[in-house]
């Protein structure tokens, strides 16, 4: 099966720096096939066939910390929940000069629903669409400032979530796509 390893909080203003290449090899040696790395924020796309999510979480939180001496939060999402997430995104949403759009992927024990009420959306500024293990955004770049978004780092809820922007999204799952093809 195709997976996707979200990792939190690296390469990130400075702080908990991994080499991609470096982190494309531990996941390697702990026994995941056709491991490709996505741009420098922690995105890993891989297959392994013999565990299930929470089992693929330890293993790679455990190859992190043992390589990288980092305690750092690993989501693994598979090829379908990318594709239910791409599907509910809509064609017009973009990460671009008019409008801010990102995926906030949520750790599995977080209800989207109740995630909703943490995060005081402002529904004349924040459009939001939830899936399973996720809440898609978007806000007009002119309502950035006045976005709950861009409030949301100050939050509890922060640390059970990593956020990516739709084109990020969007690509990882072309990569996951082509894997699984090729499959």
Known sequence: MIYVALLRGINVGGNNKIDMKVLKEAFLQVGMTSVCTYINSGNVIFE?????K??????????????FKLDIK???RNFKDIEDLIKA????WKNDATMKCDVLFLWDEMV???????????????TVITVSGA??????????AKS??????????YKKMTVRNVNSARKIYEIMKTINTSL
């Open 74 to 76: 690993v989501l693994i």
């Open 89 to 92: 995104l809509p064609d017009t």
């Open 54 to 67: 929470d089992e693929l979480a330890k293993i790679l939180e455990k190859a992190i910390l043992d390589g």
């Open 112 to 126: 989207t629903e109740e995630c909703l009420k943490e995060i005081e959306i402002k529904p004349a500024i924040d």
């Open 148 to 157: 709950s978004l861009m409030k949301l780092a100050g939050k509890p809820i």
């Open 48 to 52: 392994d066939s013999k565990h299930s």
């Open 135 to 144: 809440i898609l955004w978007k806000v007009d770049k002119v309502n950035v």
